[in-house]
């Protein structure tokens, strides 16, 4: 009999010991892992988005390559059709991988939420024309609930309206009201590159009149800005700011320049200076709004 080191009683010593240090990974290799992972969605997320600028670039503004080489057409065809799709499907890949890791099931509420009310809002756009104005969605992002939204659609309202909400949560941390207003001029400022480059450039839905921005009516950028505002009470009124905080902004700020990087590259590339200078704007707007960005970045970390 010997004395037992863990209870300072006689009797046989326990067969098992803590795991030392050197044998369990520390918290900064777990962090580290966690990090990479993190990173590794977001860089795909920029490779997927720099191939389909690439291959807009290279046979979109030249068909006449397409003529000289078959394969490259069909290569192309091929990259027309799913190359929005893979876009959407990488992007809200990455960043559910983002939200689980850091939040675990705690973000479901509020996608559930902000994929219904988008949902409701383009299936009102679609059928009455409001709140965006008359327009349909073309084929080219596939299936479509009710024959009218395309399935993908609202997952691209939630993975930009989230960052958005994050940049405003941070600006304002004590002023909800101003929170929802400018979470909404961040999501705005998107669409002012995404349609011309989605209903102009190409053609993934098209526009019932001939508005003038680029054959987008005003009320569109109404529609959006009050769209916007619905999701961003929404993710207020779910709690949303519990597990926001845990997510790193640096990251849901490069997340938001990824998905910005096809639609502002096509139509600069196109030559669409007014769109370009509008987004530019728009995005100087809310630099102004969210403060200086190396504070930012900071308290990202």
């Known amino acids: 009999m010997s004395q037992n080191p863990y209870t300072g009683v006689a009797g046989t010593a326990p067969t098992t010991r803590p795991a030392s240090k050197a044998q369990q990974p520390t918290r900064e290799l777990q962090r580290a892992r966690r990090d990479s992972i993190e990173r590794a969605g977001l860089l795909l997320l920029y490779v997927v988005s720099a191939l389909g600028l690439i291959g ?4 979109g503004l030249h068909p006449e390559r397409l003529v000289a080489a078959r394969s490259a057409a069909r290569v192309y065809g091929w990259m027309l059709l799913w190359a929005p799709r893979a876009q959407i499907i990488v992007a809200f890949t990455a960043l559910a991988l983002l939200l689980t890791r850091r939040t675990s099931a705690r973000w479901l509420p509020a996608f559930a939420a902000v994929y219904l009310l988008s949902l409701l809002s383009e299936l009102a756009g679609t059928t009455v024309g409001l709140p965006f104005g008359p327009y349909h969605y073309t084929d080219g992002l ?12 609202p ?22 009201a101003a929170r929802m207003v400018a979470g909404s001029l961040v999501l705005l400022s998107w669409d002012l590159a995404l349609d011309p480059a989605m209903s102009l450039v190409t053609r993934y839905w098209v526009w019932g009149v001939n508005g003038p921005y680029y054959g987008m009516p005003i009320l569109n950028l109404v529609g959006w800005y009050v769209t916007g505002l619905a999701l961003m009470i929404a993710l207020s009124t779910l709690g949303a700011d519990r597990w926001i905080a845990l997510l790193p902004l640096r990251w849901l700020v490069a997340f938001y320049g990824a998905n910005l990087l096809l639609p502002i590259g096509m139509i600069t590339a196109a030559g669409l200076s007014g769109a370009v200078a509008a987004t530019i704007g728009a995005m100087l707007v809310c630099w102004f709004v969210a403060g200086r960005l190396p504070e930012f970045a900071e308290r990202g970390r």
Not at 142 to 153: A, D, E, F, Q, T
Not at 159 to 176: D, K, Q
Request: hydrophobic residues 65%; proline residues 8%.
């Open 56 to 59: 807009f670039v290279e046979f």
């Open 142 to 153: 596939g299936v479509k609930w009710l024959g009218h939204v395309p399935v993908l659609i």
């Open 155 to 176: 997952l691209s309202w939630f993975f930009m309206a989230l960052p958005a909400y994050a940049i405003a949560r941070w600006r304002f941390p004590g002023n909800v």
